[in-house]
């Protein structure tokens, strides 16, 4: 009698496989998904004017003294609070 159960098998065929080359491959599709994401979005740049200034239609709520440790945090807080124009 033959026994069937003793035939290689083609190493695609095998569940264990996938698992092994299914985790590392996925997270190379993500990461390079999210480069492309990275580089497609890129946020812009906010240039001032020659006096300090921002430009108009920037949007942002005026700058504070840099010496002011919660100059972040106001402007941040003051930005939220202002009513969309």
Do not use: F, Y
């Not at 200034?53 to 202002?82: V, Y």
Request: net charge positive; glycine share 6%.
């Amino acid at each position: 009698m033959a026994n069937d159960n003793n035939k290689p098998v083609a190493w695609w065929r095998v569940p264990m496989v996938w698992m092994v080359v299914g985790g590392p491959l996925s997270v190379v599709v993500a990461s390079v998904a999210t480069a492309v994401i990275a580089w497609k979005h890129i946020d812009p740049v906010i240039t001032t004017t020659p006096q300090g200034e921002i430009r108009p239609g920037d949007n942002m709520a005026p700058k504070l003294s840099p010496k002011d440790a919660l100059a972040p945090a106001q402007q941040g807080r003051n930005h939220a609070a202002t009513p969309q124009r």
